[in-house]
């Protein structure tokens, strides 16, 4: 049975649906319009916000998953690759999970920019990000309550991450120069330091993190409702 709670499972796994929910729920946990379920205590943990919802399962019913998800009726759900296919959610494009140690030490030097230049630096193709508005809204609440974490060089890179204990994951990076790119993963790497790092990205870019050392998780993706 799927129910509604106020405190989800803390669970110590490499995951990517797992940690997004988690980064949302330390963000959010006292926001009523931020909800999360639990299925059976343990066996799968949801979060839902604005339509948006992650999918976490170890070992739930996947028609009951199924049927929940078609009465939330939501705009967008992640999770991993497996859980979209068998809840009838399979989504257009398979998307990489990755990890690596966040285990370099120092401080490349960041320029200190606010939430309008990091969204312009990260509106680039090949990344989808919401609406500034809801964009600014979100990223300050996190940054402010120590949930994220930026490293940017003004008009050349800029990479962001959402963190939960001992976890951070990719929210967002972009290059504007070449070479740049390895900069921004590396300043992001060093302010997570200690930190398992994941990241979700396309077959476009898994060679770029392959050769900075991540390993591959599995599979993940993103359903989106289509337009009627």
Not at 17 to 31: G, H, T
Not at 43 to 54: A, E, Y
Not at 76 to 100: D, M, Q, W
Request: some cysteine; hydrophobic content about 35%.
């Amino acid at each position: 049975m799927i129910s509604k709670v106020k405190q989800i499972p803390d669970f110590n796994v490499l995951s990517a649906s797992f940690i997004k929910i988690k980064c949302l729920y330390d963000s959010y946990k006292n926001d009523d319009k931020v909800m999360f379920f639990t299925c059976d205590g343990d066996k799968c943990v949801i979060s839902l916000t604005d339509g948006n919802m992650i999918i976490y399962n170890i070992s739930a019913d996947f028609e009951e998953l199924r049927e929940f998800v078609d009465f939330i009726n939501p705009a967008c759900v992640f999770s991993e690759y497996e859980t979209l296919c068998a809840i009838g959610r399979k989504p257009k494009e398979r998307i990489n999970i990755l990890h690596r140690k966040a285990d370099i030490k120092g401080e490349t030097e960041s320029d200190n920019l606010d939430s309008k230049e990091i969204y312009h630096l990260l509106d680039v193709d090949g990344l989808s990000l919401p609406e500034y508005p809801y964009f600014a809204v979100d990223y300050c609440h996190r940054l402010n309550n120590g949930f994220a974490k930026y490293f940017a060089i003004k008009d050349k890179c800029c990479a962001v991450s959402f963190n939960t204990s001992d976890y951070a994951i990719m929210n967002g990076i972009a290059s504007h120069q070449k070479g740049m790119g390895n900069v921004a993963l590396k300043g992001i790497l060093q302010k997570n330091y200690g930190s398992d790092f994941l990241v979700c990205c396309r077959d476009s870019v898994l060679g770029f993190y392959q050769k900075n050392g991540f390993c591959h998780l599995g599979f993940g993706g993103y359903w989106v409702k289509e337009n009627v």
